[in-house]
């Protein structure tokens, strides 16, 4: 199984300008709600800003074309993805080029192997970033939202939508559908 990481480079020490790239963000992701949910008219009404206790457990990501066709960049090529998001905020994730039904005793015991370079996470409001602690540049921004009910028959209440933005600028390049390993 072939495992990658992307960071996105940031320049100076303060990785972020967390005020610009917010803004930029909610205008994107009010964007992206347009564009791939044309025919609602408020993102309120289907999702936002997910707590804490609605991120933690396991995830596999679910292909979507819209989400695919939105996709600048595609920094992870595999198409079978797995992650974990831990109360004490660790963060994990997993690819393959083979779909799996992977049990969560499974990645629990693939992520253990991994707990002292654990990434870390930290989630506030619409917005998650990971820290990747041995990497040069080890920090993501993500937009994140939960749908708070089905959308379509691809996308359901309790999936999660997350975007990632390119340090520089706060411009959304990649999008993946998450859904919940149960």
């Not at 205008?27 to 609602?40: A, E, M, S, V, W």
């Not at 994990?92 to 049990?103: A, G, L, P, Q, T």
């Not at 192997?113 to 920090?139: D, H, R, V, W």
């Amino acid at each position: 199984m072939e495992v990658q990481v992307q960071v996105i480079k940031n320049k100076g020490s303060n990785p972020f300008n967390f005020r610009r790239i917010i803004i930029i963000q909610k205008i994107k992701i009010f964007i992206l709600c347009l564009g791939i949910f044309p025919t609602l008219i408020f993102c309120s009404d289907i999702g936002g800003a997910p707590k804490h206790s609605e991120i933690i457990g396991f995830w596999k990501m679910v292909n979507n074309e819209n989400l695919k066709s939105k996709n600048r960049v595609n920094p992870w090529p595999l198409p079978y993805q797995w992650f974990a998001f831990y109360k004490n905020g660790n963060f994990y994730s997993m690819m393959s080029s083979k779909d799996e039904n992977i049990s969560i005793k499974d990645l629990k015991e693939t992520f253990s192997i991994f707990k002292k370079e654990a990434p870390t996470y930290n989630l506030k409001g619409q917005f998650i970033s990971i820290k990747y602690p041995n990497l040069k540049n080890p920090y993501q921004l993500w937009g994140i939202n939960i749908f708070r009910k089905d959308v379509s028959k691809n996308i359901k209440k309790g999936d999660l939508v997350m975007s990632l933005a390119r340090a520089k600028d706060g411009k959304a390049i990649y999008y993946r559908l998450m859904r919940r390993i149960k």
